[in-house]
């Protein structure tokens, strides 16, 4: 027996060790679910904000990144709080953390290893955009000098960055790489009051603008819960998990807010899209049960104590109806 329990042991270890080797290689692996989502940047391009490098220090970026999120999330939503309406302070909190998880994967910039194949052409010269005024708006922002980039195009053809060694790229997704940023905002639509002004180059601004923008939808569909029957929960009181959910497809995903309730009806044909919000919402949730802040292990974010546990009090805090926000209120002070 004590031969068998030695074998075992080691057995056992061996398990270990190769597990803990493999998540050692996801965590500092490119992270290959952005490959065909990254614009690639002029190498003097200005960006503001942390940068994504999977080489680098996740717990620097990851306290950097939510920090912006959770001062941002605030100054939206302090309204609430001030009026003693905590719950709707905490569901708007809820539905921050949520989107540009869900929306860019906690991600706007990152800095690469430059390989063959990795800048892609169609991306960078903006052929790939389906519509003809995206692509004119694409074509004035980010391949020709102007008031934001003064000396140099934001982004470059991949010809020219050959000889670069590392690379640095700004997520631009959505089907046909329309969608920029961390808050994934749409070229097309927003090019006056985002992309015009320069905000892309900014991590700070670009949450600042995506949040805004949810705001526009949260807070007359909260108002005026009792019109959307997805949000009434035992005949008067409102369903908030709802609200999070519905923002997001009405205001965000389908920019009307008469779609709100459309991730309550089966046969929408944006079910996918609803759950697929729904499932990054969750994954927001088992933060607080010490779950994996990020999409995946290749994109996993470190944080300090003192972020983790702001991130965990907005949950509990949402999720039990409370107001403990010792944790919170030292990330907005410092």
Request: with cysteine.
């Amino acid at each position: 027996m004590l031969e068998f329990a030695k074998t075992k042991f080691f057995l056992t270890l061996g398990a270990v060790l190769l597990s803990t080797l493999c998540y050692s290689f996801q965590a500092h692996s490119r992270a290959t679910i952005l490959d065909r989502s990254m614009l690639s940047l002029h190498p003097q391009a200005q960006i503001e904000g942390p940068i994504f490098d999977y080489h680098g220090d996740r717990q620097a970026y990851g306290d950097y990144f939510f920090s912006i999120l959770i001062n941002e999330a605030h100054e939206q939503a302090s309204r609430y709080l001030k009026q003693g309406d905590t719950q709707g302070y905490y569901a708007f909190m809820l539905l921050a953390l949520t989107v540009p998880l869900h929306e860019g994967l906690y991600v706007q910039f990152r800095t690469v290893d430059n390989t063959p194949g990795l800048c892609q052409e169609s991306l960078n010269n903006g052929t790939r955009l389906q519509n003809e005024i995206a692509r004119e708006f694409f074509q004035q922002t980010f391949l020709e000098v102007n008031s934001h980039n003064k000396e140099v195009p934001y982004a470059v053809s991949c010809d020219q960055l050959i000889e670069e060694k590392r690379i640095n790229q700004l997520i631009s997704g959505g089907t046909d790489g329309s969608d920029i940023s961390v808050m994934q905002v749409n070229v097309r639509w927003h090019y006056d009051n985002f992309l015009g002004r320069g905000d892309y180059r900014s991590v700070e601004r670009s949450i600042r603008y995506g949040l805004a923008y949810l705001m526009r939808g949260f807070r007359p569909v909260y108002a005026n819960y009792e019109n959307y029957h997805c949000l009434i929960e035992d005949k008067s009181d409102i369903n908030y998990e709802g609200l999070i959910r519905g923002t997001w497809a009405g205001q965000y995903n389908s920019g009307n807010i008469t779609r709100t309730c459309r991730f309550a009806d089966s046969s929408s044909p944006y079910t996918e899209r609803d759950m697929g919000f729904k499932n990054n919402l969750e994954k927001v949730y088992e933060i607080a049960n010490g779950g994996m802040i990020g999409f995946n292990r290749q994109l996993e974010l470190k944080v300090s104590y003192e972020v983790r546990a702001a991130l965990e009090e907005i949950i509990v805090n949402f999720l039990n109806q409370s107001n403990d926000r010792d944790a919170i209120e030292q990330i907005l002070e410092s």
